[in-house]
């Protein structure tokens, strides 16, 4: 049985004392701990617009498991009012309850899925590995296949994905989940794309018709829209696979069916104690006032977590956790929650903000 962490358990009183002196986090490790200093020493306030975004409450590690291998695309559900997360080398999907706490295994066979979102009907939306397809979980139980293929060929492994108010699904295929395998072939660079250049997509919500709305971007992995829809921010990961690719997050602004005038919103790398880490961003979300809120990882002790980015794409806050942070949702009754998929585990802290939308 998965080891379930209770949830009213900070890290302070979970992390062992010397592994997180190694990290250079403050964290109590006895099982009576004192009680938390506020403000955390683990939110960095980098400029002072940040200060007042989290304030006097703590970095929740709501659940972990050493069975628990790659925790990913969390989403939100106002209608029922819990979170669903994936277990992606695991092949299975996990949720939270609000009302509880408590942690069960949502789906045992989720085809490797990814991300995950809500429609306006409140139907989740899956995006799968194995299958390389983007699914709808129906109210009654059947599944719909909403896209699995582009112009005869098969789609890479979609990635992460969101729906705009008329409907339309907006999301990414980069092609992890697939690289190497199956008929992949290895491209001048070096990378492999299985099927498809990476590319963002456009599923329109009437029609089903699926276009390709943006290609100018290494790897497309998280994405969001700010608060108005007018603009498609998404985390370039290509340097995972493409030596020059920048560690960045770009953004284009929505012109009716496509995307336009793409450039770099924010780069990822900073200086941590004097050195460069080089971590890039993977999930991202805007708040209400158009904030940027991005998972990190990939960059060690001191960058690993969330970083905040204001609308003129400039660092202004992090939180840091013990590890590396594959995705983010703003959720909770109040959409002031955010829940961070981290490796292993699901963490939480309020926010004195938004989510600019509820997945």
């Not at 690289?179 to 329109?204: C, F, N």
């Not at 700010?226 to 960045?248: N, Q």
Request: net charge negative; hydrophobic share 35%.
């Amino acid at each position: 049985m998965a080891e379930r962490v209770d949830s009213g358990m900070t890290r302070r009183s979970w992390l062992g004392g010397a592994a997180v002196a190694a990290a250079g986090l403050a964290i109590d490790s006895s099982a009576h701990a004192a009680p938390v200093r506020y403000p955390r020493p683990d939110v960095v306030t980098l400029d002072p617009s940040f200060s007042g975004f989290v304030f006097n409450t703590p970095i929740e590690r709501l659940y972990s498991s050493s069975a628990m291998y790659w925790a990913e695309g969390p989403a939100w559900s106002g209608w029922g009012n819990y979170l669903v997360w994936s277990d992606i080398p695991n092949n299975r999907q996990h949720r939270w309850l609000h009302e509880t706490g408590g942690v069960s295994i949502y789906r045992a066979d989720s085809n490797y899925s990814n991300g995950n979102t809500f429609d306006r009907e409140g139907r989740q939306i899956s995006f799968e590995h194995r299958t390389h397809r983007v699914v709808r979980y129906e109210i009654d139980g059947s599944t719909t296949v909403l896209a699995d293929s582009y112009r005869g060929k098969p789609l890479n492994a979609p990635n992460d994905g969101v729906v705009d108010p008329d409907g339309h699904l907006w999301f990414t295929d980069p092609g992890y989940g697939r690289l190497g395998d199956y008929e992949g072939e290895l491209s001048d660079t070096g990378s492999v794309q299985p099927h498809q250049k990476e590319a963002i997509y456009r599923l329109d919500g009437q029609t089903g018709q699926l276009d390709q709305v943006a290609d100018d971007v290494f790897k497309p992995n998280g994405l969001c829209f700010s608060p108005d829809y007018s603009k498609v921010y998404v985390a370039d990961t290509g340097a995972s696979h493409y030596p020059d690719a920048p560690r960045v997050i770009r953004v284009w602004d929505v012109d009716g069916k496509r995307l336009v005038n793409g450039r770099v919103f924010a780069s990822m790398p900073m200086m941590v104690d004097g050195v460069l880490r080089n971590g890039s961003a993977d999930g991202i979300r805007c708040d209400a006032d158009g904030n940027v809120w991005a998972s990190a990882g990939w960059g060690g002790p001191g960058f690993d977590g969330v970083h905040v980015f204001n609308v003129e794409g400039e660092r202004v806050g992090l939180i840091q956790l013990p590890e590396t942070c594959a995705n983010i949702c703003f959720g909770g009754p109040r959409r002031n929650r955010l829940f961070m998929t981290a490796s292993q585990s699901l963490y939480a802290i309020y926010t004195n903000t938004r989510g600019a939308h509820f997945c």
